[in-house]
């Protein structure tokens, strides 16, 4: 089983771009979470999805952020247009269900500048 | 809000076990705990969850007491690869993992 898998592991870019990060989850988890992680924020969770239904987006910071899950296997957290303040890691994690512990992928660095 | 209340930081000698306490006063009947730990730039790791009962496995124990409030993870023989953050969490609501501060275990050689 190769885990949670996430691209790109490291993205810069500029600043009113848009940016995509992609998630794969476990084959057969049915629940897939976003968080975000800064240092001043800790880990925060932005959005969750079961069977591929967003379930809970309050944690998204605005509508710059957007996030779909168009089958179980594959997921993206969009921000458009980018902004410095959005750098930070980006873990996306899958869960068989409760009370199941979640996997989390490796995460996406990313740098607005 | 789930909140639990965990030390910011620990140490411990390599060898000898780790105690890492967490209070969840707020904790109710089926709500289970759980416990990841980060290591430096790494997505969190799951380790053990319970819910009343004492719970082992290959990774760790957590000792839950009666009255569920507060648990215990314990690493039987800390390494320094265990030096990492320790979240201790519990589901309020929903199957969503809320993560607070957690704390910080140096094992020292």
């Known amino acids: 089983d190769a885990g949670v898998i996430q691209s790109p592991r490291h993205e810069v870019t500029e600043m009113g771009q848009e940016v995509t990060l992609r998630c794969k989850p476990i084959s057969g988890h049915d629940y897939l979470f976003w968080y975000r992680q800064t240092m001043m924020r800790g880990l925060e969770l932005l959005i969750y999805f079961n069977n591929n239904v967003p379930i809970d987006d309050s944690g998204m910071p605005e509508d710059r952020f957007s996030a779909k899950m168009p089958n179980a296997s594959f997921s993206t957290l969009k921000i458009q247009p980018s902004e410095p303040r959005d750098s930070a890691v980006y873990f996306c994690?899958?869960?068989?269900?409760?009370?199941?512990?979640?996997?989390f992928g490796s995460g996406t660095r990313l740098t607005v500048v | 809000d789930a909140k639990t209340t965990q030390p910011p930081s620990m140490d411990c000698a390599e060898g000898r076990a780790a105690n890492l306490p967490c209070n969840h006063s707020t904790i109710s009947g089926n709500e289970y705990v759980y416990w990841y730990r980060q290591i430096h730039s790494q997505g969190p790791q799951y380790i053990i969850h319970?819910?009343?009962n004492n719970e082992t496995n290959e990774m760790a124990s957590l000792i839950i007491t009666e009255d569920r409030k507060s648990s215990t993870l314990i690493l039987p023989h800390a390494t320094l690869r265990d030096t990492a953050v320790y979240y201790c969490?519990?589901?309020?609501?929903?199957?969503?993992?809320?993560f607070g501060g957690g704390t910080r275990l140096m094992v020292k050689p």
């Open positions: 994690a899958s869960a068989a269900g409760p009370p199941d512990g979640y996997t």
């Open positions: 319970g819910l009343k």
């Open positions: 969490i519990w589901v309020g609501g929903g199957n969503m993992l809320t």
